[in-house]
């Protein structure tokens, strides 16, 4: 039964882990999903697990939507050929950046208003550290902030058939304006990236003995270092503008730190210091909480865990059973010892019932 609310058919062109996870996601609805990709391996990978029929070229269709999943590079081009080859259908990319196309786009002399009013910019923001089709899942945009770019000439028809999309994804839509959109992913998204990169550099010349130390900190700073560069060169080409400024307060605070650093004991030194701890505390303090709620302090009850089968699992049963709801959970490795240290968040009126539960069941908690 199609539970869907597009009529479909869709075509998906760009058949990597967003393109074909949105034909998975639906197929998974009932809808016709057709797929196109100038790979021919990336288009049979998506056709093999079940994202789609491959668009053999000869037979016409009439898609009620097109979704162009491609690299930014490319993007606004592929949008530009699907308007003028499927006069009668909506367009949508899922670029993450949104700007940029839309200026290609108003450039391009074949496009007139028409043609432009069935065009919405979207971005969903979801992904994994995997890419390509095999990486897709049906499933990957469910619960996931979707943004609904329209611009000033998109019509109702167009912006309800790109919302519909969302929807049928299981997606959390959000309305933002171009720009505004691509000043936002450029602090959440882009900025990361690039400090996370840079950060990453700097380990091309440390000694193993020295990376022998690391913990879960210079991992989780370095995490998204290993994304894929050539995606990441394109966007920050195509997000220039928003990121640039946020670069540039980044390195007037690593010049303060460093002239301060440089002479630790001149008046106001340590103050200065403080200050720019204190900001980045504060800063933290203001990032959402566990399902976009307003930020709360959870507890940590930090627990000793056997690096064998089964004692994670054993332990998240025993938290279960005892009736106390798990926020969030961290795991780090000791260095050189079988054991993994295991971070559990809960409310901070829980901690201690939760202590004495583990404690009473042998678990080793460190307090």
Same mark, same amino acid.
């Not at 530009?80 to 899922?94: F, H, Q, T």
């Not at 074949?110 to 969903?124: E, I």
């Not at 380990?203 to 879960?216: F, P, R």
């Given at each position: 039964?199609?539970?869907?609310?597009?009529?479909?058919?869709?075509?998906?062109?760009?058949?990597?882990?967003?393109?074909?996870?949105?034909?998975?996601?639906?197929?998974?609805?009932?809808?016709?999903?057709?797929?196109?990709?100038?790979?021919?391996?990336?288009?049979?990978?998506?056709?093999?697990?079940?994202?789609?029929?491959?668009?053999?070229?000869?037979?016409?269709?009439?898609?009620?939507?097109?979704?162009?999943? /491609?690299?930014?590079?490319? &993007? @606004?081009?592929?949008? *530009?050929?699907? #308007?003028? $080859?499927?006069?009668?259908?909506?367009? +949508? !990319?899922?670029?993450?950046?949104?700007?940029?196309?839309?200026?290609?786009?108003?450039?391009?002399?074949?496009?007139?208003?028409?043609?432009?009013?069935?065009?919405?910019?979207?971005?969903?923001?979801?992904?994994?550290?995997?890419?390509?089709?095999?990486?897709?899942?049906?499933?990957?945009?469910?619960?996931?902030?979707?943004?609904?770019?329209?611009?000033?000439?998109?019509? /109702?028809?167009?912006?309800? &058939? @790109?919302?519909?999309? *969302?929807?049928? #994804?299981? $997606?959390?839509?959000?309305?933002?304006? +171009? !720009?505004?959109?691509?000043?936002?992913?450029?602090?959440?998204?882009?900025?990361?990236?690039?400090?996370?990169?840079?950060?990453?550099?700097?380990?091309?010349?440390?000694?193993?003995?020295?990376?022998?130390?690391?913990?879960?900190?210079?991992?989780?700073?370095?995490?998204?270092?290993?994304?894929?560069?050539?995606?990441?060169?394109?966007?920050?080409?195509?997000?220039?503008? /928003?990121?640039?400024?946020?670069?540039?307060?980044?390195?007037?605070?690593?010049?303060?730190?460093?002239?301060?650093?440089?002479?630790? !004991?001149?008046?106001?030194?340590?103050?200065?210091?403080?200050?720019?701890?204190?900001?980045?505390?504060?800063?933290?303090?203001?990032?959402?909480?566990?399902?976009?709620?307003?930020?709360?302090?959870?507890?940590?009850?930090?627990?000793?865990?056997?690096?064998?089968?089964?004692?994670?699992?054993?332990?998240?049963?025993?938290?279960?059973?005892?009736?106390?709801?798990?926020?969030?959970?961290?795991?780090?490795?000791?260095?050189?010892?079988?054991?993994?240290?295991?971070?559990?968040?809960?409310?901070?009126?829980?901690?201690?019932?939760?202590?004495?539960?583990?404690?009473?069941?042998?678990?080793?908690?460190?307090?």
């Amino acid at each position: 039964m199609n539970t869907s609310h597009l009529a479909g058919p869709v075509l998906v062109i760009g058949t990597g882990l967003l393109g074909t996870s949105v034909g998975l996601g639906l197929r998974a609805k009932g809808v016709h999903v057709y797929l196109d990709d100038i790979s021919p391996t990336a288009l049979g990978v998506a056709r093999d697990i079940g994202a789609g029929t491959v668009l053999d070229g000869h037979t016409p269709i009439a898609p009620e939507l097109v979704v162009i999943g /491609a690299p930014p590079d490319v &993007t @606004a081009h592929l949008v *530009a050929e699907a #308007l003028l $080859a499927y006069p009668n259908a909506i367009v +949508v !990319d899922i670029a993450s950046v949104k700007g940029s196309i839309l200026r290609a786009l108003h450039a391009d002399d074949r496009l007139d208003a028409n043609a432009l009013s069935r065009y919405v910019g979207t971005h969903p923001m979801a992904g994994r550290e995997k890419s390509g089709p095999a990486a897709a899942r049906g499933a990957l945009f469910t619960s996931m902030p979707w943004v609904i770019c329209r611009h000033e000439g998109s019509a /109702a028809r167009a912006v309800k &058939t @790109a919302e519909s999309l *969302a929807i049928d #994804l299981g $997606a959390v839509m959000h309305r933002m304006a +171009v !720009d505004e959109h691509d000043a936002a992913v450029a602090l959440i998204s882009h900025f990361p990236q690039a400090a996370s990169s840079m950060i990453a550099s700097r380990l091309l010349t440390a000694d193993a003995h020295q990376l022998g130390l690391a913990g879960n900190g210079l991992r989780d700073t370095t995490r998204i270092a290993a994304s894929d560069a050539k995606l990441w060169i394109q966007i920050f080409a195509h997000n220039a503008p /928003a990121l640039i400024p946020i670069l540039t307060g980044m390195k007037e605070d690593l010049d303060r730190l460093i002239n301060t650093l440089d002479n630790p !004991d001149a008046p106001g030194a340590l103050l200065d210091l403080s200050q720019l701890m204190t900001e980045g505390n504060a800063g933290h303090a203001r990032i959402p909480g566990k399902h976009g709620a307003p930020p709360q302090a959870f507890a940590q009850v930090t627990v000793v865990v056997d690096d064998k089968p089964g004692q994670i699992a054993k332990l998240l049963a025993e938290i279960g059973e005892a009736g106390i709801n798990l926020e969030d959970l961290r795991m780090e490795h000791s260095a050189g010892h079988q054991v993994g240290l295991v971070d559990v968040a809960v409310v901070p009126g829980r901690r201690d019932e939760l202590i004495d539960v583990l404690t009473g069941n042998g678990w080793k908690v460190v307090q």
